[in-house]
C-alpha cells in the first residue's frame, strides 16, 4: 500500500481513538425495507446495474496457464473466461450457438477445446466453431457466424472485469475512477495469487450480503463470541469513489499504535480494509491475506443471492508455505459469516415480509452502508 495513503489514514484513525470519535456521515438516513424483497426493484437491479457494469469473475492467477477457464453466473448470463495462448483473457457467453445448452459445466479447468454436452459441437478456447457434429445437417450455417458470443473483458489490478452483455461497455477508466484506480494498484493485487473458493446460493437479498460488509458497528455485538474480541468497535476511516467506497475497521491492536509516529507505523497489521466495487464486489485486506467476495442477485428470485467468496495468499511463495494459516483463516471467515452474518441476514429478511416496519435507520456512523444505498437508488432511478 502507498506509504503517504497509509500515513493519512493512520494520522486519522490516531485522532479519532484520543478524541473518542470516528467518521461520521451528515445525518442519519432512511432506507425503504420494500427495497429490499420488492420483485420490481430486483428487476431494475438486475437491468440497470448488473448487466451494464463491469463484474469481476475471478482472480487472474486462476487463469495462470493457455486454455485454463473459469465459469461464473452473473444475473443470469453463464460466463466463461479463458487465457489464450497469447496471454490475453477473453471471455464468452457459456451458451452453444446450436440449441443454447450450457457449454461448460465445471466451476475450473482447463481444455483445448469445449464440447457441448447436448449434441458435441465443439468451439475453440478462442471461441470459434470447429465443428459440427453430423455435419450433413447444417449445410447451409455459416460456422463464421456462429462462434460464441464475446463478451467485453479486461484485466487489471490482478482481476477479470466482463460485462456480461456483448454490446455492452467496459471502461474501467471511468468505472473506477482515478483515485480509486492508483489506490487499488498500491495494493499489488497482480502478485496475489488464488488459494482457495466456495460458492453459495443463498436465501438472501443480495443487498443484505453486501450490507454485512459496509459498517463495523455491529462488530462487537453480533460476532461478541468470535471476532468481535479482536475488533475495536465503532472506529473506523471512511471515503467515497464514486459509487465505490473504502472502509477502514480497526483490530484491538491498534490502540497499541496510538504513541507511534503515523509517518512510520505499519498500519496493515491492526487495520481491515474493506473496498466496496460497486455493484457487488468487495475487496477485504485482513492482516496477512486478501479476501475477494463477489455477490449478486438471483436471475430470477429477489430474495436469493449469488455469492462467490475467494481467498487471495499475497504471493505465491506464501501460498504454499503458511497453508496451515489459510486454513484457519478460512474456518474462521466461513464459520463466522454463515453462523452469524447471514443468520442475521435472514432474520432481518423475515422482518421485512413480515410487515414489522417501513424503514430501516442508517446511522450517522455508517457512511459506507449510507452511500451504497444512494448509488443503487441512483443508477435505478427511471
Known amino acids: 500500500m502507498d506509504r503517504a495513503l497509509q500515513t493519512e489514514i493512520a494520522r486519522r484513525l490516531f485522532a479519532h481513538m484520543a478524541a473518542r470519535t470516528t467518521d461520521l456521515a451528515p445525518r442519519e438516513m432512511y432506507q425503504p425495507a420494500e427495497s429490499y424483497i420488492d420483485p420490481a426493484q430486483a428487476t431494475r437491479e438486475r437491468e440497470k446495474i448488473f448487466r451494464k457494469l463491469p463484474s469481476i469473475v475471478c482472480h487472474e492467477s486462476e487463469l495462470a496457464n493457455p486454455h485454463d477457464y473459469v465459469t461464473a453466473d452473473i444475473v443470469g448470463v453463464p460466463v466463461v473466461a479463458v487465457r489464450q495462448p497469447d496471454g490475453t483473457v477473453r471471455a464468452f457467453t457459456n451458451v452453444c450457438r446450436h440449441r443454447g445448452s450450457r457449454l461448460v459445466t465445471a466451476e475450473r479447468g482447463n481444455a483445448r477445446q469445449f464440447v457441448c454436452p447436448f449434441h458435441a459441437w465443439t468451439y475453440g478456447t478462442d471461441g470459434t466453431l470447429r465443428n459440427i457434429a453430423y455435419p ?4 447451409g450455417v455459416d460456422r463464421g457466424d456462429h462462434s460464441l458470443v464475446r ?25 473506477l475512477g482515478p483515485e480509486l484506480d492508483r489506490e487499488l494498484a498500491g495494493w499489488r493485487l497482480v502478485r496475489a495469487v488464488y488459494e482457495r473458493s466456495e460458492n453459495f446460493d ?33 472506529l473506523h476511516e471512511y471515503s467515497a ?15 497499541k499504535l496510538a504513541e507511534h509516529d503515523p509517518e512510520t507505523v505499519d498500519l496493515l497489521p491492526s487495520a481491515i480494509f474493506i473496498y466496496a466495487l460497486f455493484p457487488g464486489q468487495i475487496l477485504v485486506w485482513q492482516a496477512d491475506h486478501f479476501e475477494l467476495w463477489t455477490i449478486r442477485p438471483h436471475a430470477t428470485d429477489a430474495l436469493r443471492a449469488t455469492v462467490s467468496a475467494r481467498l487471495l495468499a499475497p504471493t505465491a511463495a506464501s501460498r504454499e508455505t ?3 494459516l489459510w486454513d484457519r483463516n478460512w474456518k474462521i471467515l466461513m ?41 443503487v437508488a441512483r443508477a435505478t432511478a427511471a
Not at 152 to 160: D, N, S
Not at 209 to 227: A, R
Open 136 to 139: 450433413d445437417g447444417f449445410c
Open 151 to 175: 463478451l467485453p473483458c479486461e484485466v487489471r489490478h490482478g482481476l477479470v472485469w466482463v460485462t456480461p452483455v456483448a454490446d455492452g461497455a467496459l471502461d474501467l477508466d471511468d468505472h
Open 202 to 234: 443463498l436465501p438472501i437479498n443480495w443487498k443484505l450480503v453486501v450490507d454485512g460488509f459496509m459498517e463495523d458497528y455491529h462488530l462487537c455485538v453480533l460476532h461478541k463470541s468470535t471476532i468481535g474480541p479482536y475488533m475495536m468497535a465503532n
Open 241 to 255: 469513489f464514486r459509487s465505490h467506497s473504502r472502509l477502514v475497521a480497526s483490530r484491538a491492536s491498534l490502540a
Open 322 to 324: 503458511e497453508r496451515p
Open 335 to 375: 464459520d463466522t459469516v454463515q453462523a452469524e452474518d447471514w443468520v442475521a441476514a435472514r432474520d432481518i429478511q423475515d422482518g421485512i415480509a413480515g410487515g414489522g416496519q417501513s424503514h430501516f435507520v442508517f446511522g450517522r456512523n455508517e457512511p459506507a452502508l449510507q452511500h451504497f444505498h444512494r448509488e
